[in-house]
């Protein structure tokens, strides 16, 4: 059985974590996920400190299980989250598009774990130094805000660049991708896309069949002129942003274009008007399954893989 460094640090049973999407990953999969041995991770998103605190109330109902709450630095409601993670004893906190550095200290004194997103070498040093437990290197495989890197080539830099456990993230989504970034010396995976399709995940039903049928071009970057990078299906929206993004359109008007676009693809699976968010390895995503199967066969596919790598050695 597969087990890291993670899984005594953070008590959890698999070394697998499930991304923090924004408006998608709810108390409902954040449950599934830790109850299948992962790390299930609540998304703050761009929402306010109350949804957050009544998705942390959701999944400890359902789980006993570690939980964490992902905060997105960006969100106007960062700060009033920072210390709601600490009241509500959540267990690890991870961070992304940004730098959490006057966060880190607190979280730490609460005995939280903290385990920043970076998509660079530089800040992966940052961290290790201002005290983080973990790093995700997210490479720009992802899906939503992405760096410049793809993940072959960030992770191992980033295990070159700390001490810390990595986990890597961006374009894994089998046990295949799994076992090759434990080969670039990750101690852990996190996958978002591949649990869009998890039976828990909550989204519109248009949304999940977009992922189980797209192929591998599917997903194009929009967004890079205002400086955030997002990664998405090639759906009329995403054609229409490229176009005004190349265009020319003013840039208060490119930004109240994507205003809401997020939501009205997950709750409304508005295949014109919604951006809906994916990852390259969107077309490596097959079927519907539940959280806990997801996890065991990536686990199990990973273990295959790592078995059969000695045939390599003659
Ligand atoms: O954060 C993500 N993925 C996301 S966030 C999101 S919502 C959003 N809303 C508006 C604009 C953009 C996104 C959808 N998907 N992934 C983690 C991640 N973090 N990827 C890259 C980074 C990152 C980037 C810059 C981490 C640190 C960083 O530091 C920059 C600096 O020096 O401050």
Not at 67 to 91: C, Q, R, T
Not at 201 to 216: L, R, S
Not at 284 to 294: D, N, S, T, W
Request: glycine share 12%; with cysteine.
């Amino acid at each position: 059985m597969i087990k890291s460094e993670l899984c005594s640090l953070l008590g959890i049973e698999y070394p697998v974590f499930q991304g923090g999407m924004a408006w998608i990953a709810d108390g409902k999969l954040a449950a599934a996920v830790s109850n299948g041995g992962g790390l299930g991770i609540i998304a703050a998103g761009n929402a306010p400190a109350e949804y957050v605190k009544e998705q942390i109330k959701i999944a400890r109902s359902l789980t006993d299980k570690p939980i964490g709450v992902n905060i997105m630095l960006l969100s106007p409601y960062a700060d009033d989250i920072a210390p709601l993670v600490i009241e509500e004893k959540v267990e690890v906190v991870t961070t992304g598009a940004g730098n959490p550095s006057k966060y880190i200290k607190e979280w730490n004194a609460a005995g939280i774990k903290v385990i920043p997103v970076v998509a660079s070498v530089a800040m992966a040093k940052l961290m290790t130094r201002l005290g983080a437990s973990a790093l995700v290197a997210e490479g720009g495989e992802s899906g939503g805000h992405v760096g410049e890197l793809t993940t072959m080539v960030l992770v191992p830099q980033v295990c070159d660049a700390t001490t810390l456990p990595v986990i890597a993230a961006g374009g894994i989504a089998d046990g295949r991708g799994a076992a090759a970034a434990f080969m670039l010396g990750a101690s852990g995976v996190q996958m978002g896309t591949r649990f869009l399709s998890a039976e828990e995940c909550t989204i519109h039903p248009v949304y999940k069949e977009k992922i189980v049928k797209a192929g591998d071009l599917c997903t194009m970057v929009t967004g890079k002129r205002l400086g955030h990078p997002v990664r998405s299906l090639r759906t009329p929206f995403s054609r229409e942003y490229s176009k005004a993004e190349y265009g020319g359109m003013p840039d208060d008007e490119l930004e109240a274009l994507a205003t809401g676009a997020l939501r009205l693809a997950v709750q409304e699976g508005d295949n014109e008007k919604g951006c809906f968010l994916a990852g390259q390895v969107a077309s490596m995503v097959k079927e519907v399954q539940p959280a806990a199967e997801i996890i065991r066969d990536v686990i199990s596919g990973a273990e295959t893989v790592l078995k059969g790598a000695s045939t390599w050695l003659g």
